[in-house]
């Protein structure tokens, strides 16, 4: 069995070597991250219901429809729901969508807790919310709502729903085969997991039923570790750094070339990156890369933590799958190391990636994932 071996290269505290630019050590680079003050300041997200009459087959007439009501944004009812659909946006084009259908923090009339369903693409062109009566939660309630939100903003069936809370996932699953649509369990939802937080902040803390203190009725899972499955081994890896302006061209190219990995839009985090920034990563190599890329593409990578108390790293897939990813001999040296890497992801707004490669000194990534270090929302 292949097992991945700790690289001797050494990390000298707080800089960590560049990943296929450079063999020598670079020096502290200063990072900036620039976030804006409130999320609710960006136009990505929408804060009030749309009358029904603003959903229209013209993209001429929602942009009357919008124009028209951009005035009482400030004045939103907490109570009212949210049906948009970017008027500039190709509704065809939204193939993918992010889900969460859960409690929220407040209470009906009938002291009940009112659950909610939050639909969103990756680009939050498309933004809805339902309020539902706890004693309807079904997969067939589910069903009619996806159904619903195509017919009344004329986009078809996705092809894809995430969905991040594993509690849901039999009710998700069900509704979304009965439609022909893949469901997708992944923390990869961060259109969504902004929203949320977005919509916590400025909805329902003002909404009259809201319960203070109340406590996720679905909190996140964090299971403990498993082994890795052998088919994800590598045979060597290092922490490793690339300067941001590099990490923009890795992921050029697996877009352009159709590479293996994923992304991030930094714009909609909030996040401005210099171009000198360092984000630290992780390098896998190995002579079977197309394989494990393959492999890796298919789990909805997350993130990947360094625990030098137990020395080993931390892959996190999917909902709530986690890996023992590596592990390595605890020395000073490499508690040092592992603490150093942490740090950097830290200073770089939890931004990291990882890339699998054919050799470690090679100039060619056969996979690429762009991750984050995100809270997860309030609620």
């Given at each position: 069995?292949?097992?991945?071996g700790?690289n ?32 609710s ?14 959903v229209?087959?013209?993209?001429e007439?929602r ?20 049906s ?19 409690s ?14 939050v639909?969103?693409d ?35 069936l996705?092809?894809?729903i ?7 996932q039999?009710?998700i ?5 009965e ?8 923390k ?35 299971p403990f570790?498993m ?6 081994f590598?045979?060597?890896?290092a ?15 697996f ?17 401005e990156?210099?171009e ?5 990563g992780l390098s ?22 360094a625990?030098?108390s ?13 890996y ?11 508690t040092d ?14 931004l ?21 270090d ?6």
């Amino acid at each position: 069995m292949a097992t991945l071996g700790f690289n001797t290269t050494r990390i000298q505290t707080p800089s960590l070597p560049r990943i296929n630019r450079s063999s020598s050590f670079t020096k502290p680079i200063k990072t900036h991250l620039l976030y804006p003050q409130t999320l609710s300041k960006r136009p990505r997200f929408v804060s009030r219901s749309l009358p029904e009459s603003s959903v229209s087959i013209t993209k001429e007439e929602r942009v009357i429809k919008q124009e028209e009501s951009s005035e009482v944004v400030e004045e939103d009812d907490p109570t009212s729901e949210l049906s948009y659909l970017d008027p500039e946006s190709d509704a065809e084009s939204i193939k993918e969508w992010e889900l969460d259908f859960c409690s929220r923090p407040i209470l009906d009339s009938r002291g009940k807790k009112i659950w909610e369903l939050v639909v969103c693409d990756n680009s939050l062109s498309l933004q809805v919310t339902k309020y539902f009566p706890n004693n309807v939660i079904n997969s067939i309630t589910l069903k009619d709502a996806i159904v619903s939100i195509t017919q009344d903003l004329g986009v078809p069936l996705p092809e894809k729903i995430r969905f991040f809370r594993s509690q849901m996932q039999t009710i998700i699953t069900k509704a979304c085969k009965e439609l022909a649509i893949k469901a997708v369990p992944s923390k990869r939802c961060l259109s969504l997991f902004l929203w949320l937080q977005e919509r916590y902040d400025t909805v329902y803390t003002r909404h009259p039923g809201f319960q203070k203190g109340s406590l996720p009725l679905l909190s996140l899972d964090n299971p403990f570790p498993m082994n890795l499955p052998e088919n994800l081994f590598g045979e060597r890896w290092a922490f490793v750094q690339l300067p941001y302006s590099a990490v923009k061209e890795e992921i050029s190219d697996f877009e352009e070339k159709f590479v293996f990995g994923a992304s991030l839009d930094l714009d909609l985090l909030g996040i401005e990156v210099d171009e000198n920034t360092l984000i630290p990563g992780l390098s896998v190599a190995t002579s079977r890369a197309k394989p494990l890329a393959a492999w890796m593409n298919g789990l909805e990578v997350c993130s990947i933590e360094a625990d030098s108390s137990k020395g080993c790293l931390i892959l996190s897939v999917g909902i709530s799958t986690r890996y023992v990813y590596a592990t390595y001999k605890k020395t000073p040296v490499t508690t040092d190391e592992a603490e150093a890497w942490e740090s950097a992801k830290k200073a770089s707004g939890g931004l990291h990636f990882l890339a699998i490669q054919d050799d470690l000194d090679s100039d060619d990534c056969v996979g690429f994932w762009l991750l984050i270090d995100l809270p997860p929302p309030p609620v």
